[in-house]
């Protein structure tokens, strides 16, 4: 089994800045993809970001264009998402994915594996 938790959620003021990790545990961990997703109350989840394995391909979602960076750091098997310029609909539970294949996914039914999420709200 993979354990996914994720942490660094919080309050933040709009146009503030916050810092996810994921820290993966359980079995060896090398899965090719790793995903951010977010729920807002109300709507559905939504993709965020993701990365492959190596750091070389990343995709990010319209949204969070140019504010966020999603990065790795292997050795910890910790993933992190940064989200600048934060804004009033950044808020929701922020969720860390992995998947075992080899292409970068924005779906969410392509993830294998899921973290319990971590609260983001963004006040005004």
């Known amino acids: 089994q993979v354990q996914l938790v994720e942490s660094g959620g919080g309050l933040v003021r709009a146009g503030g800045s916050l810092r996810l990790s994921c820290a993966a545990s359980?079995?060896?961990?090398?899965?090719?993809?790793m995903g951010w997703f977010r729920q807002a109350p109300g709507k559905d989840g939504e993709f965020v970001a993701a990365m492959s394995w190596s750091g070389g391909n990343t995709d990010y979602a319209e949204s969070v264009k140019g504010r966020a960076t999603i990065s790795r750091d292997k050795a910890k098997n910790t993933t992190y998402l940064q989200v600048n310029s934060l804004k009033l609909e950044d808020t929701a539970v922020y969720y860390c994915a992995a998947r075992s294949g080899v292409r970068i996914s924005t779906l969410s039914d392509e993830y294998d594996y899921w973290g319990q999420g971590t609260q983001v709200t963004v006040s005004s």
């Open positions: 359980g079995r060896t961990f090398t899965w090719p993809v």
